[in-house]
């Protein structure tokens, strides 16, 4: 039921007297201020900049690799945007990483038996071509190291295509979803905590396979690898991970559309192979090893009152834009701070954005900023990017760091650009209460929800691992899942600008709460090292 404060927030909306309210200097900041809601719903529904700044982000600078020249260049747009509103500290706090990347110009055609431009993207941190590759295909799958005494021999001069070619999938689901809320429901369920002590030598064994496969094609003296894609449609992403200085791959690989790709291998099986001539022009960058994080403030008017975040990861794949993934978060993160500073008035505790970056080579940076702020954990530091992912999760002791208590709550969004249903309390039930009351003055912008299940791959993970308060909102899936993500569909054009103006207006709004309650989020405990639920299991070493 509508407590007295949000019917006063819809009636100032419904009556346009927002205008004629108090001047925000004037303004105080107590909890559930519904005068400074209304105001932050008002400015985020009917003068909103995001898909503005969605463009300007986009469509202009584009891809945003890590480390890459191109995300430099969104760095600098993104503080400039930033202090343009008004906020403090706007700065960058630099983190290890690898190599830079970028990609400046690529081409991919079949040449025989007749000519046909072919759809495929070079994979990211692989070599460029150095000129014009052109030769004959060799179809070779290769999925471990088993499989190199096969074609030892028999791959001089040849364009490898390593993949099995498949079958085209048959779709049983929508291509685009709106939540009903029977599905949210189904999200209301508990995750058991996952420990897997395990995971990290599987996980460094297989991301380092395709470098060993790299080697095995550059000394058999062949001229590229060429891989299908993961989706059909004529899909590809361009996804890799071996940006580590002296490991990256030792010949070009590029990712084929699927349907490219079975084209070859019919052709191959039926008559001469197929030449294709491929060029990249790609250059490595190592004069600078570090990635950064954009980080910028609108300090509170208590400085032993701790402070909240909000964050999206900043950084993209290069098939697409990184429109959807991620900068609809980003582009919220930046909205809400514009809402936000638009107020006029300090909040209590001190608001934190952060615009990460090297979230998709393994949380990076948010991870960099934990150990930095808030926690360590005892990780081996020969792991190295992508490959230190999964012991971050399973290493224990946690110790925590000075910051460790004043961070009060984290909120990310990073699940393309829909619409915000509500939040998941991601199992700690003693949260739920407050963010329900959080979010209570936007049930009537459908976002109502609050399920108990956790959320993965993104950049409130390590946080909650750690027991802090980070949370991700429920969103409308729309196309993401099913061909966006990371594809070269990750265009604006894939984002929908009504669910825009509303996640940043939510973000807005629980921000400005969770800066000024009387009331904080009850924690999770502390993780201690846990013991695995199946001490007796036996893990299949091929997999």
Same mark, same amino acid.
């Given at each position: /039921?509508?407590?007295?404060?949000?019917?006063?927030?819809?009636? +100032?909306?419904?009556?346009?007297?927002?205008?004629?309210?108090?001047?925000?200097?004037?303004?105080?900041?107590?909890?559930?201020?519904?005068?400074?809601? &209304?105001?932050?719903?008002?400015?985020?529904?009917?003068?909103?900049?995001?898909?503005?700044?969605?463009?300007?982000?986009?469509?202009?600078?584009?891809?945003?690799?890590?480390?890459?020249?191109? %995300?430099?260049?969104?760095?600098?747009? $993104?503080?400039?945007?930033?202090?343009?509103?008004?906020?403090?500290?706007? %700065?960058?706090?630099?983190?290890?990483?690898?190599?830079?990347?970028?990609?400046?110009?690529?081409?991919?055609? /079949?040449?025989?038996?007749?000519?046909?431009?072919?759809?495929?993207?070079?994979?990211?941190?692989?070599?460029?071509?150095?000129?014009?590759?052109?030769?004959?295909?060799?179809?070779?799958?290769?999925?471990?190291?088993?499989?190199?005494?096969?074609?030892?021999?028999?791959?001089?001069?040849?364009?490898?295509?390593?993949?099995?070619?498949?079958?085209?999938?048959?779709?049983?689901?929508?291509?685009?979803?709106?939540?009903?809320?029977?599905?949210?429901?189904?999200?209301?369920?508990?995750?058991?905590?996952?420990?897997?002590?395990?995971?990290?030598?599987?996980?460094?064994?297989?991301?380092?396979?395709?470098?060993?496969?790299?080697?095995?094609?550059?000394?058999?003296?062949?001229?590229?690898?060429?891989?299908?894609?993961?989706?059909?449609?004529?899909?590809?992403?361009?996804?890799?991970?071996?940006?580590?200085?002296?490991?990256?791959? $030792?010949?070009?690989?590029?990712?084929?559309?699927?349907?490219?790709?079975?084209?070859?291998?019919?052709?191959?099986?039926?008559?001469?192979?197929?030449?294709?001539?491929?060029?990249?022009?790609?250059?490595?960058?190592?004069?600078?090893?570090?990635?950064?994080?954009?980080?910028?403030?609108?300090?509170?008017?208590?400085?032993?009152?701790?402070?909240?975040?909000?964050? $999206?990861?900043?950084?993209?794949?290069?098939?697409?834009?990184?429109?959807?993934?991620?900068?609809?978060?980003?582009?919220?993160?930046?909205? &809400?701070?514009?809402?936000?500073?638009?107020?006029?008035?300090?909040?209590?505790?001190?608001?934190?954005?952060?615009?990460?970056?090297?979230?998709?080579?393994?949380?990076?940076?948010?991870?960099?900023?934990?150990?930095? %702020?808030?926690?360590?954990?005892?990780?081996?530091?020969?792991?190295?990017?992508?490959?230190?992912?999964?012991?971050?999760?399973?290493?224990?002791?946690?110790?925590?760091?000075?910051?460790?208590?004043?961070?009060?709550?984290?909120?990310?969004?990073?699940?393309?650009?829909?619409?915000?249903?509500?939040?998941?309390?991601?199992?700690?039930?003693?949260?739920?209460?407050?963010?329900?009351?959080?979010?209570?003055?936007?049930?009537?912008?459908?976002?109502?929800?609050?399920?108990?299940?956790?959320?993965?791959?993104?950049?409130?993970?390590? /946080?909650?691992?750690?027991?802090?308060?980070?949370?991700?909102?429920?969103?409308?899936?729309?196309?993401?899942?099913?061909?966006?993500?990371?594809?070269?569909?990750?265009?604006?054009? %894939?984002?929908?600008?009504?669910?825009?103006?509303?996640?940043?207006?939510?973000?807005?709004?629980?921000?400005?709460?969770? &800066?000024?309650?009387?009331?904080?989020?009850?924690?999770?405990? +502390?993780?201690?090292?846990?013991?695995?639920?199946?001490?007796?299991?036996?893990?299949?070493?091929?997999?």
């Amino acid at each position: /039921m509508p407590t007295p404060s949000h019917r006063r927030i819809a009636l +100032l909306l419904a009556a346009g007297l927002l205008a004629s309210a108090v001047p925000f200097p004037a303004l105080a900041a107590p909890e559930g201020d519904s005068a400074a809601i &209304a105001r932050i719903i008002d400015e985020g529904m009917n003068r909103s900049e995001a898909m503005t700044t969605a463009s300007a982000l986009m469509d202009r600078i584009g891809a945003r690799l890590t480390n890459s020249e191109n %995300h430099r260049k969104a760095e600098g747009w $993104a503080m400039e945007q930033l202090r343009k509103q008004g906020l403090a500290n706007v %700065h960058v706090e630099p983190f290890d990483f690898g190599l830079g990347w970028n990609l400046d110009s690529y081409s991919v055609a /079949m040449v025989s038996p007749r000519v046909l431009p072919l759809t495929a993207i070079p994979v990211a941190w692989s070599p460029g071509t150095a000129g014009t590759v052109r030769a004959p295909i060799l179809i070779a799958p290769i999925s471990r190291e088993e499989h190199f005494a096969e074609w030892k021999g028999k791959l001089a001069g040849k364009i490898v295509l390593v993949s099995l070619p498949g079958q085209t999938s048959e779709s049983k689901g929508p291509v685009f979803q709106r939540y009903t809320d029977a599905d949210i429901a189904e999200l209301d369920t508990y995750t058991k905590p996952v420990f897997d002590p395990d995971a990290t030598a599987l996980q460094v064994r297989n991301r380092r396979f395709q470098g060993k496969l790299a080697a095995f094609l550059k000394a058999e003296g062949a001229l590229a690898l060429v891989k299908i894609s993961y989706r059909d449609g004529k899909l590809v992403h361009g996804e890799g991970y071996d940006f580590q200085p002296g490991e990256t791959l $030792a010949v070009p690989a590029i990712e084929l559309a699927q349907e490219d790709y079975r084209r070859l291998v019919r052709l191959a099986k039926t008559g001469a192979a197929p030449e294709l001539a491929i060029t990249v022009a790609a250059r490595f960058d190592d004069s600078n090893l570090r990635a950064e994080n954009v980080v910028a403030e609108i300090p509170g008017s208590d400085p032993k009152a701790g402070f909240v975040m909000a964050g $999206a990861h900043f950084d993209s794949w290069i098939a697409g834009d990184g429109a959807n993934d991620n900068g609809a978060g980003s582009v919220t993160v930046i909205e &809400a701070a514009r809402l936000i500073a638009k107020l006029g008035v300090k909040p209590k505790r001190t608001i934190r954005f952060v615009l990460w970056s090297g979230e998709e080579q393994g949380l990076l940076g948010s991870r960099a900023y934990i150990e930095q %702020h808030l926690a360590s954990r005892p990780v081996d530091p020969a792991l190295k990017g992508i490959d230190s992912y999964a012991a971050w999760r399973n290493t224990f002791p946690i110790t925590p760091k000075p910051e460790y208590n004043q961070l009060k709550a984290y909120f990310n969004m990073d699940n393309g650009s829909g619409r915000f249903r509500g939040i998941y309390s991601e199992g700690n039930l003693g949260a739920e209460k407050l963010l329900k009351e959080w979010l209570s003055p936007f049930d009537m912008l459908g976002a109502d929800k609050l399920v108990v299940s956790k959320t993965g791959g993104t950049d409130h993970v390590f /946080m909650q691992a750690i027991g802090l308060p980070g949370y991700q909102f429920i969103q409308d899936p729309l196309d993401y899942d099913s061909r966006v993500h990371h594809s070269n569909l990750d265009t604006v054009d %894939h984002m929908r600008a009504d669910d825009m103006r509303q996640a940043a207006v939510i973000m807005a709004g629980m921000l400005w709460q969770a &800066a000024n309650s009387d009331k904080e989020l009850p924690r999770a405990v +502390l993780p201690t090292q846990p013991v695995p639920t199946d001490p007796f299991k036996v893990r299949d070493p091929s997999q």
